[in-house]
């Protein structure tokens, strides 16, 4: 008798152990996708009984110009952040794989805005995007001592060239950027700069103040990109995901750096290579997987944006930072008017079918999920 | 062979300059980064100090961050007869302070004059509190003395000393002050420097002389806490929404942890019907953004889970913290991850417990999960912040009232209360600032899980 209950007991196990995830995943994955689906051709407005439509809705969305305007700014934003976002991680992790000391301090410190809440960064930045803010201000500075930069600059380059020149014609053989007349180069360059400054040869420019609305503007930048411009509020939420996202991507490209052989490297130090072209050659085609990993994941998480619209809120105009996320919640929760559910579960199918379609892409490139762990 | 050597001692040299000039440039480089990663919250965090965080132009100078600052403060809260640290107006104590003013050539010299104003520091309830007495009706100003003279080419410098006494019976907490000086006189310095300076320098206020060190420094964090209270239970909300956020975030790690585990296990060792089915289909729920089945989600706690509390006396589960953990028991990537963890570990200790007669259960509870602790303590730092930081999800289903908010969106409500006109961005910024802290003090505790969680969980694409 017992043996047969401990034996029921051993094959209920992996029910007994699956249960609890089950109850939740279920209700509230299963049968809440399959419902969303289902709303999706529907009339559904949370408290009347649900008319099928057909695809009514899906049509309907393609009509409003509200939802083509929240795919085109996901799409938009979605294909720029991830780009450069990837770019700057894998630029950002080459300059942290060194071995010197106190780097640990920088990996830490560099890693802050990816653990912090959205909320909390978001405020930050909206802070910071105010016409009187401290982005704008930054600006107003580089306007204003723009021309002294660029003087210094060309002085420190003039400089340089000036030194190596003459003791190339000596006949010595010297680097371009050898690093003692660097160091000279950039004691002149200061002394120079400086003096002509004190003399009021050069002077900042007066320029008033920089003065660009951030998120309170219909305006689309670039101004010569014609239909691919996207609304100014947008590219400052851009530069906001970006910040945040690069810190996690640059641990992922870390750990893929440290996989790299040495050997790699020092077979193209004895062919002569030099710094760029082992970059090129070796490290950016080592890291294809990581690569394609990061562009995923950066793909699903950029088309997903909601928080920072629904944070900046009215600070910027609704279409200007509308994102297919927004649009869901927007329509599900539209405050004054009736919710129209039809229409956010039908936008909502199609976040999902284009966030399946980039998975599915990168599957078909990448072969087997296996890949991913290399 | 002399030739030789100098030639090498050359190649030495410049190998050395180029390696100290290589460091030199990454550090340079690595600091660079550092202002632009850390610098925006050190700024924001300096900023939520400030009077005036959207002051122009925005400087790194914060009043409240000198030494001098802070001696003043302590000095006029200890003649309050506070600590010091914190201060207090207490009966028959005297406050008195020092302030310079410049009166350029052929300005007639009149001192200043003193304000005590009625009004109240703050925001919103706080300010408009009709109970308080204003601390105005109970002191007297004595009159002004002059203490110092000093004439230069264009201007005189005078110092006053100016004296506020409490002749009630009262003790207070909060002493306002304005000084008003004719147009062109130039205020030059004081004890304590005042909170705004207004009409072209004509006057400037204290919004409290005797707040004593901390409450100065901190006055906005302060403010965050003091101005918002609940219209039900009178409870400060700020508190309130802490303690709902860390109630949330542990019942979440703890449920996350047990069954992450159980169907973690059950997934990597144990064979039952669809095992691979219910994989793939787990992967594919881990892509399906939120926005796909909140509809449905905020539907199924709306009827209570389909009339499931109703047989508990229970009604809806809209705007419940209970509402909230059940939908979020476990998350299908905490459970991929324990999932992949015990798929790593070896086989042999669970086989030889088999052949001892241990049950799966046995085996799950004492062999398995205390090996897992690693994998547990990444994940439960994994879930608090994730918790900690949800957003979406608690919008959606904490609406009413403001007591059962959490951190993420009580501080999205800070964007309302303090909008009248302009922002108020002292209290949106320090508000910020505080409900990140926990997060930044746990990541420099458990870096090494927060690192081990961003590679576990960019396994998972």
Redesign the interface.
């Known amino acids: 008798m017992g043996n047969r209950w401990?034996s029921l007991?051993?094959k209920a196990?992996?029910?007994?152990?699956?249960s609890?995830?089950?109850?939740?995943?279920i209700?509230?994955?299963?049968?809440?996708?399959i419902?969303?689906l289902y709303?999706s051709f529907t009339d559904y407005d949370?408290f009347s009984i649900p008319n099928w439509v057909g695809i009514k809705n899906y049509i309907g969305l393609f009509k409003e110009s509200l939802f083509t305007r929240a795919l085109k700014n996901s799409l938009t934003f979605a294909i720029i952040v991830t780009t450069l976002q990837t770019i700057f991680a894998l630029l950002?992790a080459v300059?942290?794989n060194?071995k010197?000391k106190g780097?640990k301090f920088?990996r830490?410190?560099?890693?802050?805005?990816?653990?912090?809440?959205?909320?909390?960064i978001t405020?930050?930045f909206i802070?910071?995007f105010?016409r009187?803010?401290?982005i704008n201000?930054l600006l107003?500075l580089l306007h204003q001592y723009g021309l002294t930069i660029g003087i210094f600059l060309t002085l420190l380059v003039g400089i340089q060239l000036l030194l190596v020149v003459t003791e190339k014609l000596r006949g010595r053989p010297v680097q371009y950027l050898?690093?003692?007349y660097?160091?000279l180069s950039i004691i002149l360059a200061s002394v120079i700069t400086y003096l002509l400054k004190d003399f009021g040869i050069i002077k900042p420019i007066e320029a008033k103040?920089v003065d660009i609305f951030w998120l309170n503007t219909r305006e689309k930048v670039p101004s010569w990109a014609g239909p691919l411009a996207f609304p100014r509020p947008l590219g400052a939420i851009m530069i906001l995901n970006i910040?945040t996202t690069v810190?996690?991507f640059m641990?992922?490209y870390l750990?893929g750096l440290q996989g790299i052989p040495k050997v790699l490297y020092e077979a193209a130090e004895v062919d002569g290579a030099k710094g760029w072209q082992k970059f090129w050659y070796i490290t950016v085609p080592q890291l294809k997987h990581i690569t394609f990993?990061i562009v995923?994941?950066g793909l699903?998480g950029t088309?997903?944006m909601?928080?920072q619209v629904?944070?900046i809120?009215g600070q910027a105009p609704l279409e200007s930072t509308i994102t297919?996320?927004y649009y869901?919640?927007y329509s599900?929760?539209p405050g004054a008017s009736v919710p129209r559910?039809g229409m956010?579960?039908a936008a909502?199918?199609i976040?999902?079918v284009l966030?399946?379609i980039v998975?599915l892409i990168?599957k078909i490139f990448l072969g087997d999920g296996k890949d991913?762990?290399d | 062979m002399k030739i030789q050597q100098n030639y090498n001692s050359d190649i030495n040299l410049k190998i050395k300059?180029?390696r100290?000039?290589n460091?030199g440039a990454?550090?340079l480089?690595?600091l660079l980064?550092?202002v632009?990663?850390?610098g925006?919250?050190l700024?924001?965090a300096m900023?939520s100090l400030k009077d005036n965080?959207?002051e122009?132009?925005?400087t790194l100078k914060t009043e409240q961050l000198s030494l001098k600052n802070w001696i003043g403060a302590y000095t006029l809260a200890r003649q309050g007869g506070g600590s010091g640290f914190f201060g207090a107006l207490k009966s028959g104590h005297e406050v008195s302070l020092q302030i310079t003013y410049k009166y350029p050539m052929g300005i007639e010299i009149i001192p200043p004059e003193v304000i005590i104003p009625k009004r109240f520091a703050g925001h919103g309830a706080a300010a408009l509190d009709l109970d308080k007495e204003f601390v105005a009706d109970f002191v007297t100003i004595k009159p002004i003395e002059e203490i110092n003279r000093v004439s230069n080419k264009d201007g005189i410098l005078i110092s006053y000393k100016i004296t506020i006494v409490n002749i009630s019976q009262k003790d207070f907490n909060e002493l306002p002050m304005d000084l008003k000086v004719p147009h062109k006189v130039k205020f030059v310095k004081v004890t304590l420097a005042p909170n705004r300076i207004e009409r072209l320098g004509m006057s400037q206020s204290w919004n409290n002389l005797v707040s004593g060190v901390i409450p100065y420094i901190f006055h906005n964090h302060f403010r965050v806490f003091n101005e918002n209270y609940s219209r039900s239970t009178g409870k400060r909300l700020f508190t309130t929404w802490i303690f709902n956020s860390l109630f949330i975030s542990i019942i979440k790690v703890i449920?996350t942890l047990?069954?992450?585990s159980?169907?973690g296990?059950?997934?990597a060792r144990?064979?039952?019907f669809g095992k691979n089915y219910?994989f793939v289909?787990?992967l594919f729920?881990m892509?399906?953004?939120?926005?796909?089945?909140?509809?449905?989600?905020?539907?199924?706690l709306r009827d209570g889970?389909f009339g499931f509390t109703k047989l508990f006396g229970g009604g809806s589960l809209l705007n419940t913290f209970t509402g909230l953990i059940?939908?979020?028991?476990?998350g299908?990537a905490a459970?991929f991850i324990m999932k992949q963890f015990f798929e790593g570990l070896p086989q042999e200790m669970e086989e030889s417990a088999r052949i001892d007669g241990a049950?799966?259960?046995q085996i799950?509870s004492k062999i398995m999960l205390p090996l897992a602790k690693p994998a547990l303590g990444a994940l439960t730092i994994l879930t608090f912040?994730g918790a900690?930081?949800e957003?979406?999800w608690p919008?959606?289903v904490l609406t009413s009232p403001m007591d059962k908010f959490t951190l993420?969106v009580g501080?999205?409500s800070?964007?309302n209360t303090y909008a009248s006109g302009a922002?108020d961005?002292g209290p949106?910024?320090a508000g910020?600032?505080i409900?990140?802290l926990p997060?930044?003090i746990l990541?420099?505790v458990f870096?090494r899980y927060?690192?081990e969680g961003?590679?576990f969980s960019?396994?998972k694409?």
């Open positions: 401990s007991n051993e196990a992996p029910y007994v152990f699956l609890p995830f089950l109850f939740g995943f209700i509230f994955f299963s049968y809440a996708f419902r969303s709303f949370l950002l300059v942290m060194q010197i780097i920088f830490t410190a560099y890693y802050m805005p990816s653990i912090t809440s959205s909320i909390v405020l930050i802070w910071m105010q009187k803010g401290v201000y107003t050898e690093p003692s660097i160091v103040a910040w810190p996690t641990i992922l750990a990993l995923t994941l699903i088309l997903q909601f928080d629904k944070i809120g297919l996320a869901v919640y599900a929760f559910i956010a579960a909502a199918i976040l999902a966030t399946l998975v990168q991913l762990r | 300059r180029r100290w000039i460091v990454i550090y480089i690595l980064f550092s632009l990663f850390m925006t919250f700024f924001g900023s965080p959207s122009w132009p925005p449920t047990t069954f992450a159980m169907a296990y059950a997934l144990l064979k039952f219910l289909f787990i729920s892509m399906i953004p939120g926005q796909v089945t909140f509809i449905s989600n905020y539907l199924v889970v059940i939908s979020g028991l476990v299908a459970v049950s799966t259960y799950f912040q900690w930081n957003f979406f919008l959606v993420t501080l999205l800070f964007k922002f961005w949106i910024l910020a600032i409900s990140a997060i930044i990541f420099f870096q927060f690192v961003v590679s960019g396994i694409g």
